[in-house]
């Protein structure tokens, strides 16, 4: 089973509006961090926000947010506002640990998002 | 400050051959890691690095390798490529390792090295 699933393949959003990319994640770890990254064309990838498993409110970093659903194992990525520069790929990704140590981050297939004037 | 700085940032080779790849981490940057990007298998975490120690690697052949220098920068090495090798390799630095569950030591990526294996 994957581990991360983001079901939309693609998207396209007006300017100016919001948009939710959906992950859910599948876990049997008590303790784990999710995160979102965007890639652009030029292929690097951006830190965009942190979600752990035990926090409480849903993480925010200026026009995004994260919409943690615990017990659906879901962190869904909320951006308002839109603008043409967020058309990028975006990424879902956990980490886990095994043994005290993290692992890797796993990630998901990504959303590629595209903005219109 | 520089970011992450992945060297070279396009290469071309022929299966067999043997490649090796750089990464000059964010200055105090200590941690360092490697991921695979193709289509079809998407982003792949290949194995971290710190204090000259691997600590961690994913579940790739033993033809992937790498290595971290005293000074935090790090090289990866694939021998005997294949052509389903070829892939866009990121490297990321963070200034520790990461905990489990802590947004401590986000990964800083680099824009990676594509690799062409014809």
């Known amino acids: 089973a994957q581990k991360i699933t983001q079901t939309q393949p693609g998207m396209f959003v007006q300017e100016k509006e919001a948009v939710t990319l959906d992950c859910t994640y599948d876990t049997s770890d008590q303790s784990y961090g999710l995160f979102w990254y965007k890639q652009p064309s030029s292929g690097e990838m951006i830190f965009l926000i942190y979600?752990?498993?035990?926090?409480?409110q849903n993480a925010t970093e200026g026009r995004y947010s994260l919409n943690f659903q615990k017990a659906r194992k879901s962190a869904n990525l909320v951006i308002s506002a839109s603008q043409l520069g967020d058309s990028a790929m975006y990424f879902c990704?956990?980490?886990?640990?095994?043994?005290?140590?993290?692992?890797?981050?796993?990630f998901g297939k990504g959303t590629h998002l595209i903005i219109q004037p | 400050k520089a970011g992450v700085t992945q060297t070279p940032r396009y290469l071309i080779k022929t299966r067999g051959q043997q490649v090796t790849l750089s990464c000059s981490p964010i200055s105090g940057h200590r941690s360092v890691s490697w991921y695979q990007q193709t289509p079809g298998q998407g982003l792949q975490f290949l194995f971290e690095y710190f204090s000259e120690t691997q600590r961690n690697k994913g579940n790739f052949p033993g033809r992937f390798s790498g290595r971290q220098f005293s000074n935090s920068r790090s090289e990866m090495n694939v021998s005997t490529l294949e052509l389903g090798d070829s892939a866009l390799y990121l490297c990321?630095?963070?200034?520790?390792?990461?905990?489990?569950?802590?947004?401590?030591?986000?990964?800083?990526f680099g824009a990676g090295s594509r690799l062409t294996v014809l």
């Open positions: 979600q752990g498993s035990y926090d409480e």
């Open positions: 990704a956990m980490r886990e640990g095994t043994g005290g140590g993290a692992d890797g981050l796993t």
């Open positions: 990321a630095s963070s200034p520790e390792p990461a905990g489990v569950n802590s947004g401590a030591n986000v990964l800083t």
